[in-house]
């Protein structure tokens, strides 16, 4: 199997949308044009990809291919039903990288949730453990949102039932609170302290503050209303996008 790069998921077109994209009555916009710049540009069309100037430039997992993004048709792609045989949940986790690729021996396993709002709702973290189940077995954990009194994790025993409830080991259960990691902050495409939270750069953060090499296990959720193509052409033009194994955004 040629396991693709990244997996660009647009989870949903339309608020609410009960009807895949492309069927009859439902207008998509300019998603799936949008998804087609950005295929081709990951593709490496005028990317900067240079992974002499990493110090642990061996990709991880080493079934991906760096260049290329899985290729998904709106009808698959967008949301749709939430329920049924053709829901969301039984369409788009068979894509997921992991069902596909061994995390295992990267240096390093990191998840990091843009937007994550709450913890345990059904758009949280917690919930994404149910339908991506390779990353309850994850090292680092980072959860970001620019609302304050949203995110906040359970008290601890609460906390480890759930997460066991999941599928998380005993073990890793109740160690979930020290690798994970909240910060307020708008995620955007370039870093401005001046905002209300401050605004991190993508890029800034991945680099910078986490440290984050090719050699490392990334998959990021990214749900930052309607900047996630700013962010996304930004980690092109600066070659950052090197660190990502998965992105599924909205």
């Known amino acids: 199997m040629n396991v693709r790069k990244v997996t660009l998921a647009l989870?949903?077109?339309?608020?609410?949308?009960?009807?895949?994209?492309?069927?009859?009555?439902?207008?998509?916009?300019?998603?799936?044009?949008?998804?087609?710049?950005?295929?081709?540009?990951?593709?490496?069309?005028?990317?900067?990809?240079?992974?002499?100037?990493?110090?642990?430039?061996?990709?991880?997992?080493?079934?991906?291919?760096?260049?290329?993004?899985?290729?998904?048709?709106?009808?698959?792609?967008?949301?749709?039903?939430?329920?049924g045989p053709a829901s969301y949940f039984k369409r788009v986790p068979p894509h997921y990288l992991g069902h596909h690729a061994n995390f295992s021996k990267c240096?390093?396993?990191?998840?990091?949730?843009?937007?994550?709002?709450?913890?345990?709702?059904?758009?949280?973290?917690?919930?994404?453990?149910?339908?991506?189940?390779?990353?309850?077995?994850?090292?680092?954990?980072?959860?970001?949102?620019?609302?304050?009194?949203?995110?906040k994790l359970p008290p601890q025993p609460d906390l480890v039932r759930r997460l066991q409830r999941q599928g998380m080991s005993a073990a890793r259960a109740a160690s979930f609170a020290r690798r994970h990691f909240f910060l307020q902050a708008f995620i955007g495409a370039r870093s401005n302290p001046s905002t209300t939270p401050p605004t991190l750069g993508f890029s800034d953060l991945l680099k910078t503050m986490l440290g984050l090499q090719p050699a490392d296990a990334v998959v990021v959720k990214m749900d930052v209303e309607g900047y996630e193509y700013d962010i996304v052409r930004t980690l092109l033009a600066d070659g950052t996008h090197a660190l990502i194994d998965e992105i599924l955004l909205e």
């Open 107 to 151: 240096e390093r396993s990191v998840y990091i949730d843009v937007g994550a709002r709450e913890f345990d709702s059904k758009e949280g973290m917690l919930s994404t453990f149910a339908v991506y189940p390779q990353l309850l077995g994850f090292d680092e954990f980072y959860a970001f949102e620019a609302a304050s009194g949203f995110y």
């Open 11 to 83: 989870l949903s077109g339309l608020a609410g949308a009960q009807n895949a994209c492309g069927t009859a009555g439902v207008n998509c916009g300019e998603a799936e044009a949008l998804q087609t710049g950005i295929a081709q540009q990951w593709s490496g069309f005028g990317t900067p990809v240079k992974l002499g100037t990493w110090s642990r430039p061996q990709r991880c997992p080493p079934e991906t291919d760096f260049g290329r993004l899985e290729d998904l048709l709106p009808q698959k792609h967008f949301r749709g039903p939430l329920s």
